[in-house]
């Protein structure tokens, strides 16, 4: 069986992976490299500080992949790794309760899509470079809680059901909005408010077929490896 996990989260997270980075090269890339043009305009514009002079030096001064092959590749390499360990959880998921095909993995996938990318957004959509931000601990911990509470809701929801798993569900799902992502004092960002919002959107829809990508392909190799 855990061969069965291992290889079905495998292949199912190369496909997911290849197929997302697909996507984010056409509509998320192009918006993303406009957002740095921005940025790289703004930075200039800004009146010279040699407390931020030293501190934009150290961010010049840090690593980033080039553009064109190099950032392709990252990319694509983060995505094959994202699926394959988001694909453990689902191929897991389908083992514990038994059943496969992709249908079933694509109803994983959904859940995965609100879970990992609808409910985070909601407090912290995806953000361009330039955009102000609060501190990334404080993100990254609300990002994670949120994401945690809202498959733990929909787990209450969708499998033990009843009316105590349902208002259970619905006070997790409705808690980290409740608490309230960080955000910076200022708000903004280098970018146009136009760009911003197709950048959202880009992410968003990237985000959906990674996830209905990622179900219905492990559901279904899950399945053909059971039945081998």
């Given at each position: 069986?855990?061969?069965?996990?291992?290889?079905?989260?495998?292949?199912?997270?190369?496909?997911?992976?290849?197929?997302?980075?697909?996507?984010?090269?056409?509509r998320?890339?192009?918006?993303?490299?406009?957002?740095e043009?921005?940025?790289?305009a703004?930075?200039?514009?800004?009146?010279?500080?040699?407390?931020?002079?030293?501190?934009?030096?150290?961010?010049?001064?840090?690593?980033?992949?080039?553009?064109?092959?190099e950032?392709?590749?990252?990319?694509?390499?983060?995505?094959?790794?994202?699926?394959?360990?988001?694909?453990?959880?689902?191929?897991?998921?389908?083992?514990?309760s038994?059943e496969?095909?992709?249908?079933?993995g694509?109803?994983?996938?959904?859940?995965g899509?609100?879970?990992?990318?609808?409910?985070?957004?909601?407090g912290?959509?995806?953000?361009?470079?330039?955009?102000?931000?609060?501190?990334?601990?404080?993100?990254?911990?609300?990002?994670?809680?949120?994401?945690?509470?809202?498959?733990?809701?929909?787990?209450?929801?969708?499998?033990?059901?009843?009316?105590?798993?349902?208002?259970?569900?619905?006070?997790?799902?409705?808690?980290?909005?409740?608490?309230g992502?960080?955000h910076?004092?200022?708000?903004?960002?280098?970018?146009?408010?136009?760009?911003?919002?197709?950048?959202?959107?880009?992410?968003?829809?990237?985000?959906?077929?990674?996830?209905?990508?990622?179900?219905?392909?492990?559901?279904?190799?899950?399945?053909?490896?059971?039945?081998a």
């Open positions: 069986m855990f061969r069965r996990i291992f290889f079905a989260a495998v292949l199912g997270g190369l496909v997911a992976g290849g197929i997302a980075s697909a996507v984010q090269a056409v998320a890339v192009p918006l993303i490299l406009q957002a043009v921005f940025e790289e703004a930075g200039k514009a800004k009146p010279h500080d040699h407390a931020a002079s030293a501190t934009h030096d150290h961010d010049e001064d840090a690593w980033a992949p080039a553009d064109g092959w950032r392709t590749g990252y990319t694509l390499l983060f995505n094959l790794l994202a699926g394959i360990g988001f694909g453990l959880l689902i191929s897991a998921g389908l083992a514990l038994g496969g095909g992709w249908k079933t694509l109803a994983w996938g959904v859940c899509y609100l879970s990992f990318v609808v409910a985070p957004a909601l912290l959509p995806p953000e361009l470079p330039g955009t102000e931000a609060a501190p990334l601990v404080s993100r990254q911990l609300w990002w994670t809680a949120t994401a945690a509470a809202t498959a733990a809701g929909l787990a209450l929801i969708l499998i033990r059901r009843g009316a105590i798993g349902i208002v259970l569900g619905l006070a997790l799902l409705a808690l980290p909005h409740l608490v992502a960080p910076p004092a200022e708000q903004g960002g280098a970018a146009p408010p136009g760009l911003v919002r197709e950048f959202i959107i880009a992410a968003l829809v990237s985000g959906l077929v990674f996830w209905l990508a990622l179900g219905a392909s492990t559901g279904a190799i899950y399945r053909r490896l059971a039945a």
